[in-house]
């Protein structure tokens, strides 16, 4: 039997709508490439020597928040995004500036719609809810 796209049934996964476990490696080193490229936004991370693992933590979480595999809650636990983050002064600005770089490497892999949208609308909503600082 084949699946009747107007059958109401829930669509994929977005992990699986944009391509796995290739699709979030690629956008989370062309992040990184972005915030080491901006010494500006690279001074907002406190340990520069580790970004490898910066860009490990940031691509099994979107991984496991889009649907893909759990492997970021087996490491790490809950997310805890705002407890993560808490220690780290985020104000507007760095606000903006990581949200330009994520966004910047979204149009670089060139994302279709409506994929594009929910990749951007979660990131400006998630960098939002990280502002602790005026």
Request: aromatic share 10%; no cysteine; net charge negative.
């Given at each position: 039997m084949s699946l009747d796209?107007?059958?109401?049934?829930?669509?994929?996964?977005?992990?699986?709508?944009?391509?796995?476990?290739?699709?979030?490696?690629?956008?989370?080193?062309?992040?990184?490439?972005?915030?080491?490229a901006d010494a500006e936004l690279l001074s907002h991370y406190p340990d520069v020597d580790d970004l490898q693992g910066a860009r490990d933590r940031l691509r099994m979480f979107l991984e496991q928040f889009w649907g893909g595999p759990t492997?970021?809650?087996?490491?790490?636990?809950?997310?805890?995004?705002?407890?993560?983050?808490a220690p780290y002064?985020?104000?507007?600005?760095?606000?903006?500036?990581?949200?330009?770089?994520?966004?910047g490497?979204?149009?670089?892999?060139?994302?279709?719609?409506?994929?594009?949208?929910e990749l951007i609308a979660y990131f400006a909503s998630a960098a939002d809810h990280l502002v602790n600082a005026r």
């Open positions: 796209i107007g059958s109401g049934a829930p669509p994929a996964p977005l992990y699986e709508r944009v391509g796995g476990h290739d699709f979030f490696e690629r956008l989370v080193d062309e992040f990184y490439d972005r915030v080491e492997t970021y809650a087996e490491q790490r636990g809950h997310p805890r995004l705002r407890m993560r983050h002064r985020i104000d507007v600005t760095a606000r903006n500036q990581w949200l330009a770089a994520m966004a490497a979204i149009d670089v892999l060139e994302v279709a719609e409506p994929e594009r949208g």
